[in-house]
Antibody, heavy 115, light 111 residues
Framework: QVQLVESGGGLVKPGGSLRLSCAAS????????MSWIRQAPGKGLEWVSY????????YYADSVKGRFTISRDNAKNSLYLQMNSLRAEDTAVYYC????????WGQGTLVTVSS | NFMLTQPHSVSESPGKTVTISCTRS????????VQWYQQRPGSAPTTVIY?????PSGVPDRFSGSIDSSSNSASLTISGLKTEDEADYYC??????????FGGGTKLTVL
């Protein structure tokens, strides 16, 4: 079955960097668009970034534009999120999600930005 | 850009039917598909409705989705409520640039 597994979260100081990964299995990864979505503690869901199945089309939320970079490696069935210049307000559980109609979700990885 | 507005909370008794609304602030609700996600406490979201009214395999047919152009809103209806349906529910759509937009979420209490 479809499985998405995030990794790479952790504690980082303000201004620091972190790279999240999402390993996909159980489906043809190169057929699916993918997104990163985050959820701050006790808050709702916030869309962060989108990448098309081929990687040719990318979009970012204004809150992360210029600081975060989404990418994918279809040969490795993997999605990435490079996060630079991290701020306290980036503290959240980060989910990868994707599909080509139905949306599948990972279990999330926690990113904490604190000094 | 537009916003999706959901009621903060709804409650209903087991066995009853509840409808959660999701109103789009500008632009047509029909211009981009609406998805609905269920998030139980301490768990990741899962999809209960995609493309306005499609139900993933494994989701009971007690869950249904619809859109109403007259009110510019989408709705998630859950019939025959069970205590296991107690969760937060989020609607989601896209703007013209494929940027995702989420509603603020609705806490469903089954009491």
């Amino acid at each position: 079955q479809v499985q998405l597994v995030e990794s790479g979260g952790g504690l980082v100081k303000p201004g620091g960097s972190l790279r999240l990964s999402c390993a996909a299995s159980g489906f043809t990864f190169s057929d699916y668009y993918m997104s990163w979505i985050r959820q701050a503690p006790g808050k709702g869901l916030e869309w962060v970034s989108y990448i098309s199945s081929s990687g040719s089309t990318i979009y970012y939320a204004d809150s992360v534009k210029g600081r975060f970079t989404i990418s994918r490696d279809n040969a490795k069935n993997s999605l990435y999120l490079q996060m630079n210049s991290l701020r306290a307000e980036d503290t959240a559980v980060y989910y990868c999600a994707g599909g080509n109609s139905e949306v599948y979700w990972g279990q999330g990885t926690l990113v904490t930005v604190s000094s | 850009n537009f916003m999706l507005t959901q009621p903060h909370s709804v409650s209903e008794s087991p066995g009853k039917t509840v409808t959660i609304s999701c109103t789009r602030s500008s632009g047509s609700i029909a211009s981009n598909y609406v998805q609905w996600y269920q998030q139980r406490p301490g768990s990741a979201p899962t999809t209960v409705i995609y493309e306005d009214n499609q139900r993933p395999s494994g989701v009971p047919d007690r869950f249904s989705g619809s859109i109403d152009s007259s009110s510019n809103s989408a709705s998630l209806t859950i019939s025959g409520l069970k205590t296991e349906d107690e969760a937060d529910y989020y609607c989601q759509s896209y703007d013209s640039s494929i940027r995702g937009v989420f509603g603020g979420g609705t806490k469903l209490t089954v009491l």
